[in-house]
């Protein structure tokens, strides 16, 4: 079978061919190109987003070719490169990996004007003509609309950010609106999609997982006690200022706790780095002033796979506070390695998690439940426990990669059923 990807970030498998620098991104892709690849039937080329000069090539069964696209401008070049890959490759299946960016619908347009539709599957990561809608949820409107001087230069203060994410969406809509196949996992994106798109048809698949979480094991004994550990927050849609409010009253309990997240440390010194600050990490650094937890957050930079897995071992709670997912790597990972999650209810978080059996939820806009549900595992090993069972043992049935693979090549086969035998 030919098939085709559309991604939106350098796989690793690529990266170690044309010797660039390998990408903490797109995780869940690197397990299934692997897999597809494990057929000697398979070709599959990989259409990948990554800056000029162009990169093209292939070894074995993979071939490759980049693409240069920003977030907001649409690429007529694009389109017409991506007919041209279609001619050549010829593809029986073309799979977009997202709609965050305009290639999808360059891809889409591409594909419409080779007469291949048919073969088009987009599979849904994030919406951002949704997530646009909570990109602001429970900031102060001071914060939304402050600006640094970084911010100006950009013109990306957090209104703008949001701004942004309603021009993607637009481009994101208009590819949705034109495909037949929509490849999914949760009910929330599902709703999404067919109100976009009422004549779709939707094809149910889960994500496996990067390859390191599917071995060791949480466990309570071992953790280090009051200590939370956050994915990512270095945007608003993550929620960190929520986390924040909760771990403010959590102190007043627990002194000693700790919240550890990624990304960069938004305390910075000296005036170069507050120019470049923006106006996000401007108001972390203030609520962690104001609130006295300068001693209780830590923040570890980008993180590979292997040391994402250390911190979730390491940690007594796994917390997902976002305003808007639709099924968070970050909680899937945590509750394969056994680590007791509390999330928001948002989106298709309720899909992964079943309240109080395999993870515990709370309203995304009341920190204070937030707190009391972490409250819960701090105080009880034995409801950690439980949590930690019941939520290895739903991921591992999620995240099943041959069950997940089987369901990828039915998607593939029935779309590969629309190419003429003499094509």
Request: hydrophobic letters at 40%; aromatic letters at 8%.
């Amino acid at each position: 079978m030919k098939i085709l990807w559309v991604v939106s970030s350098l796989l690793p498998q690529i990266a170690r061919l044309t010797g660039e620098a390998e990408q903490p991104f797109g995780g869940w892709l690197v397990s299934a190109l692997d897999d597809l690849l494990a057929n000697a039937q398979n070709e599959i080329t990989v259409c990948y987003r990554a800056g000029m000069p162009q990169t093209r090539g292939s070894e074995g069964q993979l071939s490759y070719c980049s693409f240069r696209q920003d977030l907001l401008h649409y690429s007529l070049e694009n389109e017409t490169l991506f007919s041209e890959l279609l001619r050549v490759v010829h593809p029986d299946v073309i799979h977009i990996w997202g709609t965050e960016y305009p290639s999808a619908l360059a891809m889409v347009r591409a594909a419409e004007r080779e007469q291949m539709l048919d073969r088009v599957a987009v599979s849904i990561q994030g919406l951002c003509s949704v997530y646009a809608w909570h990109y602001e949820a429970g900031l102060p409107a001071q914060a939304v609309k402050a600006h640094t001087l970084r911010d100006w230069l950009r013109r990306d203060n957090i209104d703008r950010q949001r701004e942004k994410f309603g021009v993607r969406g637009a481009y994101e809509v208009a590819a949705l609106q034109k495909v037949k196949h929509v490849v999914g996992r949760t009910r929330w994106d599902q709703a999404c999609a067919r109100q976009i798109n009422p004549n779709m048809e939707y094809h149910f698949c889960n994500e496996t997982l990067r390859e390191p979480f599917y071995e060791g094991s949480w466990n309570v004994s071992s953790c280090e006690r009051h200590t939370i550990f956050v994915s990512q927050g270095d945007y608003p849609i993550k929620g960190l200022h929520k986390a924040l409010a909760a771990l403010a009253y959590l102190k007043k309990d627990y002194p000693d706790v700790k919240l550890v997240t990624t990304g960069k440390d938004p305390r910075v010194k000296g005036l170069r780095a507050r120019l470049l600050q923006s106006s996000y990490a401007r108001y972390l650094e203030r609520i962690l002033s104001a609130w006295g937890l300068d001693a209780n957050v830590e923040f570890l930079g980008s993180l590979s796979a292997e040391q994402m897995k250390r911190q979730y071992l390491r940690a007594h709670v796994a917390l997902n506070p976002s305003s808007v997912e639709n099924s968070s790597n970050a909680i899937c990972e945590a509750m394969l390695l056994g680590l007791p999650v509390v999330a928001s209810y948002v989106g298709g978080t309720p899909d992964l998690i079943s309240d109080g059996v395999s993870g515990l939820l709370y309203p995304f806009d009341a920190p204070y439940l937030l707190s009391d549900a972490v409250r819960q595992v701090f105080s009880s090993d034995e409801l950690a426990a439980r949590l930690s069972s019941q939520g290895r043992y739903a991921a591992a049935a999620r995240h099943d990669r041959g069950k997940n693979l089987s369901m990828l090549l039915g998607i593939y086969r029935s779309l590969a059923k629309t190419v003429p035998e003499n094509s």
